[in-house]
T-cell receptor
């Protein structure tokens, strides 16, 4: 099983729709979680951190479910500019090296006019 | 504030040549990461440094790859000799305080093509 898994998509949704992505992780000792977005031919950029109690930033809501070992990202009222690949990032403890931040393969979102 | 700065932005070279990628992390960041991204394999961690010391290089594909961080504001990733399968986008990222909930910040990347 991969350390961090995501549905690659693509998710094709109309403008204004609500869309949600999940990301599962295998190491129950993981403590830090993030969502990044990556536009075509650009670098990944931090979208938001994911806190234990869940957190919201405008149209974006992130949730953590430790029992089932997944995080989610909800986008409400999607815009054309939300079209991108969304990367889930999980810190994975390493025996000798502390921890590593492992990126998921990404979920591609296309918001259609 | 300046972000992570990488150079060159693009590199096209023939196989067998030495390639050197450069990175300047954000000032004050303790950790520096080198990643490689391809369509097939996604974003892969190659190596990371803490306070200029390499901590985990288990992601470096083979001996042709080497990385150095001579000081807190500069790192290089070198491929010698280069091969066509090394063609990818190479990202450098930096962050503060690995133990805390701090995210990584990425440079614009170097698009490397080995012919």
């Amino acid at each position: 099983r991969k350390e961090v898994e995501q549905d690659p998509g693509p998710f094709n949704v109309p403008e204004g729709a609500t869309v949600a992505f999940n990301c599962t992780y295998s190491n129950s000792a993981s403590q830090s979680f993030f969502w990044y977005r990556q536009d075509c031919r650009k670098e990944p950029k931090l979208l938001m951190s994911v806190y234990s109690s869940g957190n919201e930033d405008g149209r974006f809501t992130a949730q953590l479910n430790r029992a089932s070992q997944y995080i989610s990202l909800l986008i409400r009222d999607s815009k054309l500019s939300d079209s991108a690949t969304y990367l889930c990032v999980v810190n994975v403890p390493r025996d000798n090296y502390g921890q590593n931040f492992v990126f998921g393969p990404g979920t591609r979102l296309s918001v259609l006019p | 504030d300046a972000g992570v700065i990488q150079s060159p932005r693009h590199e096209v070279t023939e196989m067998g040549q030495e390639v050197t990628l450069r990175c300047k992390p954000i000032s004050g960041h303790d950790y520096l990461f080198w990643y490689r991204q391809t369509m097939m394999r996604g974003l892969e961690l190659l190596i990371y440094f803490n306070n200029n010391v390499p901590i985990d290089d288990s992601g470096m594909p083979e001996d042709r790859f080497s990385a150095k961080m001579p000081n807190a504001s500069f790192s290089t990733l070198k491929i010698q000799p280069s091969e066509p399968r090394d063609s990818a986008v190479y990202f450098c990222a930096s962050r503060k305080h690995q133990g805390s909930n701090q995210p990584q910040h990425f440079g614009d990347g170097t698009r490397l093509s080995i012919l």
